[in-house]
């Protein structure tokens, strides 16, 4: 298939630990996202690329969230010291253009379990 | 901070029933989004509105954007088993900021 993926799926992890998801966007996505999503809650903007560049950061909670997209295509949310208040689905989200209106299309998510 | 809430929180209707959901804010927004998300994965979206008293069909969905462009309202007819999920509204400001989210209604569909 050629949408969003995204892995691992799930991941547990313990206090502490530093862990990293990866997103895989759609190929040709000029614009890439992450989101987290609170058990029944909505998902909050972390974090927007275009290409390579890291646009907009505001929504990462502590400096223990950092973001990468070293080539304009693959992402990766590095976690370091993970709380369990870290616990979540991590959503990745891609557009081929801009932010605005665009589509975002979304990958499956990781959903992160700190211990 | 624009915020979005979204009524009723859960609904559970029989197969074939109508049902409205809600989605308002104190801000207005410059384009509005419904998804619709289910367990395991993530958003897919449904519709997007621009206009302000814009109405949208997509087969039994109807879409509405409030005048303001402040709320917007989704109604499912005769609501099948398969709309089962939860629905998201997200909300995007004037200058192409990043699209605020609900925090959903989760709707079930009794067989």
């Known amino acids: 298939g050629a949408g969003v993926s995204q892995s691992p799926r799930y991941k547990v992890a313990k206090r502490g630990q530093d862990v990293a998801l990866r997103c895989d966007p759609i190929?040709?996505?000029?614009?890439l996202f992450w989101y987290q999503q609170a058990l029944g809650q909505g998902p909050e903007f972390l974090t927007y690329?275009?290409?390579?560049?890291?646009?907009?950061k505001s929504g990462l909670p502590s400096d223990r969230f950092f973001a990468e997209r070293p080539e304009g295509s693959v992402s990766t949310l590095k976690i370091q010291r993970t709380q369990q208040e870290d616990s979540a689905v991590y959503l990745c989200?891609?557009?081929?253009?801009?932010?605005?209106?665009?589509?975002?299309?979304f990958g499956p998510g990781t959903r992160l379990t700190v211990l | 901070t624009q915020l979005l809430e979204q009524s009723p929180q859960f609904l559970s209707i029989q197969e074939g029933e109508n049902l409205t959901v809600y989605c308002n804010s104190s801000?207005?927004?410059?384009?509005l989004q419904w998804y619709r998300q289910e367990p395991g994965e993530g958003p897919v979206l449904l519709v997007t509105?621009?206009?302000?008293?814009e109405v949208k069909k997509l087969k039994r969905l109807t879409f509405q954007f409030g005048d303001a462009r402040k709320d917007s309202s989704l109604h499912i007819t005769a609501a099948q088993p398969g709309d089962t999920g939860l629905y998201l509204c997200?909300?995007?400001?004037?200058?192409?900021?990043?699209?605020?989210f609900g925090p959903g209604t989760r709707l079930s569909v009794l067989p």
């Open positions: 997200a909300g995007a400001g004037n200058y192409g900021q990043n699209f605020v």
């Open positions: 690329f275009q290409n390579e560049a890291q646009l907009d």
């Open positions: 509105v621009v206009t302000g008293g």
């Open positions: 801000s207005v927004f410059s384009s």
């Open positions: 989200a891609s557009s081929l253009e801009g932010r605005g209106r665009d589509t975002q299309y």
């Open positions: 190929s040709g996505h000029v614009s």
